[in-house]
């Protein structure tokens, strides 16, 4: 589902509850709004909004560290494609068609990251393009080194290659993260409790609806923090490209 959607959906479950207690607080007869049931409510309100507090921060968390993991290894595996292509130029002349089918391949796997689709983005782990790299992977291993100089920048080559695939399989798998539906339901659930208790108590007028609404954009806001963080390639919130194009400008010299 579109995070834009779920951070709306979410929204509109706070301001409504918001406004279910607003409501409800005209119809509760007197007694129910006495000193000692506003204590009560609000120590159980309290419990409740530790528990959200405790949740929503673990959650922005993990999400930071997913896309800062992400982005840590994005730019580990630029440098280490560049090492790449310096140990086949070391190699020899006869690396140059491998070594421009790399910098062929690097400069679609840019385009498809920059075009920010996630449809376009499923071609990164499609049947095609693992049949492709392990083409590339055998053509390495086909090079018949002339001196233990080469038989060691081949075996270099083909450990550092293994290396960026297995990076790559990382990052993918790692972009396909988000809020479990069950979490999501009990977090927001949490949160709806605790609005309608504002709405419950709270006087109504046009400022206290205005502050109740900044509070549920704000709430439906961290969630779509979480949501984009937890997806590092596409959204609103992705990984910065320009380690991968600073090593495409070096591949091939």
Same mark, same amino acid.
């Given at each position: 589902?579109?995070?834009?959607?779920?951070?709306?959906?979410?929204?509109?479950?706070?301001?409504?509850?918001?406004?279910?207690?607003?409501?409800?607080?005209?119809r509760?007869?007197?007694?129910?709004?006495?000193?000692?049931?506003?204590?009560?409510?609000?120590?159980?309100?309290?419990l409740?909004?530790?528990m959200?507090?405790?949740?929503?921060?673990?959650?922005?968390?993990?999400?930071?560290?997913?896309?800062?993991?992400?982005?840590?290894?994005?730019?580990?595996?630029?440098?280490?494609?560049?090492?790449?292509?310096?140990?086949?130029?070391?190699?020899?002349?006869?690396?140059?068609?491998?070594?421009?089918?790399?910098?062929?391949?690097?400069?679609?796997?840019? #385009?498809?990251? /920059? =075009?920010?689709?996630?449809? !376009?983005l $499923?071609? +990164?782990?499609? %049947?095609?393009?693992?049949?492709? *790299?392990?083409a590339?992977?055998?053509?390495?291993?086909a090079?018949?080194p002339?001196?233990?100089?080469?038989?060691?920048?081949?075996?270099?080559?083909?450990?550092?290659?293994?290396?960026?695939?297995?990076?790559?399989?990382?990052?993918?798998?790692q972009?396909?993260?988000?809020?479990?539906?069950?979490?999501?339901?009990?977090?927001?659930?949490?949160?709806?409790?605790?609005?309608g208790?504002?709405?419950?108590?709270?006087?109504?007028?046009?400022?206290?609806l205005?502050?109740?609404?900044?509070? #549920?954009?704000? /709430? =439906?806001?961290?969630?779509? !923090?979480? $949501?984009? +963080?937890?997806? %590092?390639?596409?959204?609103?919130? *992705?990984?910065?490209?320009?380690?991968?194009?600073?090593?495409?400008?070096?591949?091939?010299?």
């Amino acid at each position: 589902m579109n995070h834009l959607l779920v951070a709306f959906i979410v929204f509109l479950c706070l301001f409504g509850s918001a406004l279910l207690g607003a409501y409800v607080r005209a119809r509760l007869p007197s007694h129910h709004l006495s000193e000692d049931s506003i204590s009560v409510v609000k120590l159980a309100t309290g419990l409740i909004a530790t528990m959200s507090a405790l949740v929503l921060g673990l959650l922005v968390s993990s999400a930071k560290g997913t896309f800062d993991t992400a982005n840590n290894e994005l730019v580990s595996t630029a440098a280490k494609v560049v090492e790449f292509d310096r140990l086949l130029s070391r190699y020899g002349t006869q690396t140059d068609p491998i070594r421009q089918q790399v910098k062929q391949r690097y400069t679609e796997v840019v #385009a498809l990251l /920059a =075009s920010r689709n996630a449809t !376009l983005l $499923e071609q +990164l782990d499609s %049947p095609q393009t693992i049949r492709s *790299s392990e083409a590339l992977q055998r053509e390495i291993e086909a090079l018949a080194p002339a001196n233990d100089g080469q038989r060691a920048l081949k075996a270099q080559a083909l450990a550092l290659i293994d290396e960026v695939f297995a990076t790559r399989w990382l990052v993918l798998l790692q972009a396909h993260a988000s809020i479990p539906l069950t979490m999501l339901v009990i977090l927001v659930a949490w949160l709806s409790i605790i609005f309608g208790s504002f709405g419950l108590f709270a006087p109504r007028n046009g400022t206290v609806l205005a502050v109740l609404m900044m509070c #549920a954009f704000s /709430a =439906s806001a961290s969630i779509l !923090l979480v $949501e984009e +963080l937890n997806r %590092p390639l596409d959204g609103l919130i *992705s990984l910065s490209l320009s380690p991968m194009r600073e090593s495409l400008t070096r591949l091939g010299q």
